[in-house]
T-cell receptor, first 114, second 112 residues
Framework: ETGVTQTPRHLVMGMTNKKSLKCEQH?????MYWYKQSAKKPLELMFV???????ENNSVPSRFSPECPNSSHLFLHLHTLQPEDSALYLC?????????????FGSGTQLSVL | GQQLNQSPQSMFIQEGEDVSMNCTSS?????WLWYKQDPGEGPVLLIA?????ELTSNGRLTAQFGITRKDSFLNISASIPSDVGIYFC????????????FGQGTTLQVKP
């Protein structure tokens, strides 16, 4: 148990569906992240939130819409996805510090887009 | 852009053998992190390094922060079947951004 909980663990959706991924951290951190992990590719940073404010968007398509209502919760809203969006989506949290930043990851949501 | 080169990409070893993997970059880092990821799970932090030359152990795992601050090494001694997984390095860049860069991962398989 890393203190970061993601739901659902698995998700299958059609290209016209709308779904949301949820992440909750119980570590008292103030930064939260969404990463995408595709087979045979490095972890791709998607979004960063510091103190509920989005500080980074790595040119992510608008069909992915993040939401961070508070420092403990992070959502990723999905709509009109493409099959190539199938991947493991990982949430992580950390303290917002200039050095010594340690990310703690959730177990991920394995997403399949049909 | 910044990049981490992690090697080897994969390893297939006999139980009981020692394992070494490393990450190198042209950029300078102020933190190195090593993670392990089991199938279907998220990466779990194994070791964190904060100073050049630092050598830190976690059980049978030992990691070092290279003195040039551009590389790091992870060693696993006397491997066991549950060491199977993907190992990632991550380096935090110096400067205000503190951006974390991940390596491509080393897939370890252990034959009993």
């Amino acid at each position: 148990e890393t203190g970061v909980t993601q739901t659902p663990r698995h998700l299958v959706m059609g290209m016209t569906n709308k779904k949301s991924l949820k992440c909750e951290q119980h570590l008292g951190h103030n930064a939260m992240y969404w990463y995408k992990q595709s087979a045979k590719k490095p972890l791709e940073l998607m979004f960063v939130y510091n103190f509920k404010e989005q500080t980074e968007n790595n040119s992510v398509p608008s069909r992915f819409s993040p939401e961070c209502p508070n420092s403990s919760h992070l959502f990723l809203h999905l709509h009109t996805l493409q099959p190539e969006d199938s991947a493991l989506y990982l949430c992580a949290s950390s303290q917002v510090t200039g050095t010594g930043k340690k990310l703690f990851f959730g177990s991920g949501t394995q997403l399949s887009v049909l | 852009g910044q990049q981490l080169n992690q090697s080897p990409q994969s390893m297939f070893i006999q139980e009981g053998e020692d394992v070494s993997m490393n990450c190198t970059s042209s950029s300078i880092f102020n933190t190195w992190l090593w993670y392990k990821q089991d199938p279907g799970e998220g990466p779990v932090l194994l070791i964190a390094l904060y100073k050049a030359g630092e050598l830190t152990s976690n059980g049978r795992l030992t990691a070092q922060f290279g003195i040039t601050r551009k590389d790091s090494f992870l060693n696993i001694s006397a491997s066991i079947p549950s060491d199977v997984g993907i190992y990632f390095c991550a380096g935090q860049l110096t400067g205000n951004t503190g951006k974390l860069i991940f390596g491509q991962g080393t897939t370890l398989q252990v034959k009993p």
